[in-house]
């Protein structure tokens, strides 16, 4: 990856995807010991991290999200490390999901629960950047690749 475009996307994702890691890794260990959480900014963690949307099929939602991140990040650093360019839709496409998901666990905060968790917030600020760096990078790799030559038709 020699260009300037190449380099700044991984970096940019690893660094976001590290943070969200951090954040859900953070947010699965309050899950397992049924640590307080201090909120700060909002005043609903406890209500948001307890309530019956915290998990799916018995699996912390928070787990979900760590294991969301590690996927990321190795992802990404195999883009970087090894120059595979074809994970760059597989990237896209995760980062997508992960950003549906967010946009669903913000409308379950705000009106199912009526409550809102800092740290779920956290998630999905990093998960909505990654998904808009991943687009920005899919759209400017895919309109800079090389277009092929055009084929002749007969009688031209």
Excluded at 94 to 122: E, H, N, P, R
Excluded at 131 to 156: D, H, Q, R
Aim: aromatic residues 16%; charged residues 10%; neutral net charge.
């Amino acid at each position: 990856m020699s260009t300037s475009l190449s380099r700044w996307y991984p970096t940019t994702v690893l660094a976001i995807a590290f943070l969200g890691f951090l954040d859900a890794v953070y947010l699965t260990i309050e899950h397992f010991t049924s640590f307080s959480l201090p909120c700060s900014i909002t005043h609903g963690c406890e209500v948001v991290t307890n309530s019956v949307y915290s998990e799916i099929l018995g699996i912390p939602v928070a787990l979900l999200g760590a294991l969301y991140y590690v996927a990321i990040l190795l992802g990404t650093y195999a883009l970087l490390e090894f120059g595979r360019r074809d994970l760059l839709k597989w990237i896209a496409i995760a980062t997508t999901a992960g950003f549906l998901f967010s946009a669903w666990f913000v409308y379950v905060q705000v009106f199912l629960i009526k409550a809102i968790c800092q740290y779920c917030m956290i998630s999905a600020l990093t998960s909505t950047s990654l998904f808009i760096v991943s687009m920005i990078y899919l759209w400017k790799f895919k309109t800079s690749a090389p277009s092929p030559s055009p084929v002749a038709t007969p009688g031209e």
